[in-house]
């Protein structure tokens, strides 16, 4: 296996300080960097800052603005071929997916619904963009959908009606489809400790509608935010199974081991390059 290297990008701070002292000594306001994105040969990273997307190199350096609306942007992830970048914005509503074509600029809305549109991924031909969304379940359960990167009718990759399913990511021959099945732990990405609600499963769908599932992973614990290695024999995920959010690696097979072993703090929002090199 080859090594995996690490970008690590600075999440949230939060200060204490005594009640009294509030109005006059508080503290001043730090900024927040969260849900990076690594280009597809690992040299950028967008992430998000003060409800709009910013771009840096993965080696450090000065942020520039991609991305900035009335409303607030989130999940910047680069198309497969660099070129585009997709996202959620609130702008029109509760979170609709958009397509920026950053050498010009261009936007174009991809969905449009009265909830929330949770974007995903990038087929590896980067023809389709896969998303999250209650928009047919009237359970209000997620399912995995897909629309075209040029725009269309999106349509249901998985419909479980009495399951929550998201985070749903192509393989990279786009046979299988790896997702999060059961549990509300990207929704609820912001608690931190151990629930049962947060808990899930990896799942592997085919992704050709016979609607044939095989579970991957345990769903003792979170497991959120697939990412599929570029051989597609193996996955790289969020848990906290060992008690803290880490990046796990599992094989096709299920066997499986934490790749980060840290004890304090929180592995959330991770993006992995095409080559598969660099975890964000």
Same mark, same amino acid.
């Given at each position: 296996m080859r090594p995996i290297h690490f970008?690590?990008?600075?999440?949230?701070?939060?200060?204490?300080?005594?009640?009294?002292?509030?109005?006059?000594?508080?503290?001043?306001?730090?900024?927040?960097?969260?849900?990076?994105?690594?280009?597809?040969?690992?040299?950028?990273?967008?992430?998000?800052?003060?409800?709009?997307?910013?771009?840096?190199?993965?080696?450090g350096g000065a942020a520039h603005l991609m991305v900035a609306d009335k409303g607030a942007d989130s999940r910047p992830l680069f198309s497969p071929d660099g070129n585009k970048l997709a996202f959620v914005s609130d702008a029109t509503g509760d979170g609709d997916i958009y397509v920026l074509?950053?050498?010009?600029?261009?936007?174009?809305?991809?969905?449009?619904? =009265? +909830?929330?549109?949770?974007?995903?991924g990038w087929s590896h031909d980067g023809q389709w963009i896969y998303f999250s969304s209650a %928009? #047919?379940?009237a359970g209000g359960f997620n399912a995995v959908y897909r629309v075209r990167a040029s725009g269309g009718t999106p349509m249901p990759v998985s419909l479980e009606a009495y399951r929550n399913e998201e985070q749903g990511v192509p393989s990279p021959d786009d046979k299988t489809v790896a997702l999060v099945g059961g549990g509300l732990g990207a929704f609820q990405w912001w608690r931190h400790g151990i629930a049962h609600i947060d808990h899930g499963a990896?799942?592997?769908?085919k992704n050709d509608g016979s609607h044939v599932y095989s579970r991957l992973t345990p769903d003792n614990a979170r497991a959120d935010w697939p990412m599929w290695a570029? =051989? +597609?024999?193996?996955?790289?995920?969020?848990?906290?199974?060992?008690?803290?959010?880490?990046?796990?690696?599992?094989? %096709? #097979?299920?066997?499986?081991?934490?790749?980060?072993?840290?004890?304090?703090?929180?592995?959330?929002?991770?993006s992995i390059s095409t080559t598969g090199k660099t975890i964000a």
């Open positions: 970008v690590a990008v600075a999440l949230f701070a939060t200060l204490a300080f005594p009640l009294e002292a509030a109005v006059d000594n508080a503290a001043t306001p730090k900024p927040s960097f969260a849900q990076p994105a690594i280009s597809p040969d690992g040299s950028r990273v967008a992430f998000v800052s003060g409800g709009a997307i910013w771009e840096v190199p993965s080696n074509d950053i050498a010009t600029g261009a936007l174009t809305r991809l969905t449009y619904a =009265d +909830g929330l549109d949770e974007l995903s %928009r #047919d379940n990896i799942w592997l769908l570029p =051989d +597609g024999q193996s996955i790289y995920y969020m848990s906290d199974r060992g008690g803290t959010e880490n990046i796990w690696h599992v094989q %096709r #097979d299920g066997s499986e081991a934490a790749l980060t072993n840290f004890t304090d703090g929180r592995v959330l929002w991770p």
